[in-house]
């Protein structure tokens, strides 16, 4: 009876299954932006778990002469995030020297983790809009990309790039990064 009870329960939950439908085929924007979200979460994450009084700390030793401070690239990278959703958007007036931190004011933890939170909203709605229809549109003009495709994916290259920087950043001050916890 046991086996007749399970065999029952097995085949109802395999009739069950089998009637659903297909699950619908994701899009463009969801592909791009489940990639994007957690890049940004573990970038914002790692940036949070650096202490204020850090955030000037840059490495000296070896062959980091020149290199930015913690807080300088936290800045570059939403002044270039801004930059790449501004040019996506058709914006013609881009951030100038992204690479110096970029015209935004912001200079203390607070400030520059808001204005990367705020760069990284822009570019959340740049991928919201992105489709099929619109991935190799032209896109003239500086910043990395000649599509909207070519520049969303430098935009998501760039940041793990400096996040990948930043992890050096942060174990060299005795800090695990928060993705590695």
Known sequence: ?????????????????????????KTVSYSIGLIWENVAHDFAAMAEAMPEDRWNFKPTQGKFANVRTFGEQVKHVACANEAWARKINGDKKLPERCDLGGPNGATTKAEIIAYFHQSIHLMDDVIVSTNLGNLQQSLPGPYFGDTRLACLN???WHMSDHYGQLVIYLRMNGLIPPASQ
Not at 10 to 16: G, L, P, T
């Open 154 to 156: 430098a935009a998501l």
């Open 1 to 25: 009876m046991r086996k007749l009870g399970s065999l029952l329960l097995v085949s109802c939950c395999i009739i069950s299954v089998a009637q659903q439908s297909p699950p619908a085929s």
